[in-house]
């Protein structure tokens, strides 16, 4: 009795590293979107890159990384719909009945046009955004979130937060914009001049450049915030 049960342990081990090894999946999509359009994205685990370009069309290679059952099971989902493209990196099937490590780790490259509105979620992967002028919301749980808005003539209305992670934006030299900086441990740092019109202790109100323009709203609970130019 001891041999057979100690043989199905040693069976049941030997199993395991193959039934849970990870494959690689490539993904890579090519969507048309005009003059902003909006692109939403909903990731879970992995980091993503965002890059502004001059063409029409939103560019998509994505990297998913789980076993075999989970990548055919939970799909990475991409819509068009008029002017918004609808990215899903973890879109599951109705009928798996797995109710357990049902997310595929999945790394976005994306292309977008320049004046594209942003619109990004990711629990612990990081968010990077560069050569992109239109409106952005990114939040992320434990990631940092990266942003660099300085091709813009003036700088746009940003939406960023996250939990852990920390905050950089660069944005135009000469820009203005309405800071509001909320954080229960972090801190604001800049090289940009402000112009303090609130503070307390988890709280900052202040202006950047004129004090005019779009409203630039970061929030942290541990992480710092990074404005440069």
């Known amino acids: 009795m001891r041999l057979t049960a100690f043989a199905f342990v040693a069976l049941t081990l030997a199993a395991s590293p193959a039934a849970a090894q990870r494959q690689t999946e490539v993904v890579d999509r090519t969507v048309p979107l005009g003059p902003g359009g909006t692109v939403e994205l909903r990731n879970f685990s992995g980091d993503v ?11 998509i290679h994505a990297v998913r990384k789980a076993t075999r059952e989970r990548l055919e099971n939970i799909k990475l989902d991409i819509q068009a719909k008029g002017s918004r493209v609808e990215i899903e990196a973890n879109r599951r099937n109705d009928n798996w009945e797995e109710k357990d490590n049902n997310i595929v780790e999945t790394e976005f490259t994306i292309q977008v046009p320049f004046n594209t509105n942003l619109d990004l979620y990711a ?7 560069s050569e992109v002028i239109g409106k952005i919301k990114a ?11 300085s091709r813009a003539a ?4 940003i939406e960023a937060e996250t939990f852990s992670g920390d905050i950089t934006a660069r944005v135009p030299p000469s820009g203005n914009g309405r800071i509001e900086f909320n954080s229960f441990s972090g801190e604001l740092r800049t090289d940009l001049p402000l112009t303090i019109t609130r503070s307390s202790r988890r709280s900052t109100t202040a202006g950047l450049g004129s004090g005019g323009g779009e409203r630039l709203e970061f929030k942290t609970f541990s992480g710092d915030v990074k404005l440069l130019k």
Do not use: H, M, R, Y
């Open 49 to 59: 890159l965002i890059t502004g370009t001059a063409g029409q069309e939103v560019v």
């Open 123 to 129: 629990f612990s992967g990081a968010l990077k955004v």
């Open 139 to 149: 939040q992320t749980f434990s990631g940092s979130i990266n942003l660099d808005v």
């Open 154 to 157: 003036d700088t746009p209305e």
